[in-house]
């Protein structure tokens, strides 16, 4: 029998494994990916329009990144500049714009794959595949917990690397 005590030990370093982890993984694969200039912060947006099914508006492509709009438009600026990506006028709506990927983008994004692939191999180089599927369960099952009350399932989905819309 689970000690209620271990219970609740366990619930309060949740938190705070997460955030570490997650910080840990963003700052190995910026440092690996720091000869290609490229951040989170640019590579993100890259595979976010990458795996859409569809043109992203500028707006759509903050939400499914999890950035602020102001944010956003200065990473477009660098990633437009660098000529990765380009921003097209919506016909219907002059103010809105979609956001593409250039020719150019698809070498950064096989490199950014490549290193991201690394990353994975030695993170995961002592955990089984069944424990990584405990591990998304719960992950899954915390998410719909969210769901409640911090936006929708489809939200949540599409901000998942390589998944891309379902």
Do not use: Y
């Not at 190995?28 to 043109?55: G, N």
């Amino acid at each position: 029998m689970t000690n209620p005590s271990d219970s609740n030990a366990s619930r309060e370093q949740f938190g705070i494994w997460l955030g570490m982890l997650a910080r840990q993984w963003r700052a190995e694969v910026d440092r690996r990916l720091s000869p290609f200039i490229l951040t989170e912060a640019r590579w993100i947006i890259l595979f976010r329009l990458s795996t859409a099914d569809h043109d992203l508006t500028q707006k759509e492509l903050a939400r499914v990144a999890g950035v602020q709009g102001p944010t956003l438009v200065r990473t477009l600026d660098w990633l437009e500049e660098k000529g990765l990506i380009e921003r097209r006028e919506v016909p219907d709506d002059r103010r809105a714009k979609t956001v593409h990927l250039t020719e150019r983008a698809e070498p950064a994004l096989r490199q950014i794959q490549a290193v991201i692939q690394g990353v994975r191999a030695q993170i995961f180089a002592d955990v089984s595949d069944e424990e990584l599927e405990q591990c998304l369960a719960v992950f899954k099952k915390i998410g719909r917990q969210f769901d409640a009350f911090a936006g929708s399932a489809e939200d949540r989905d599409m901000v998942i690397v390589g998944q891309g819309k379902k």
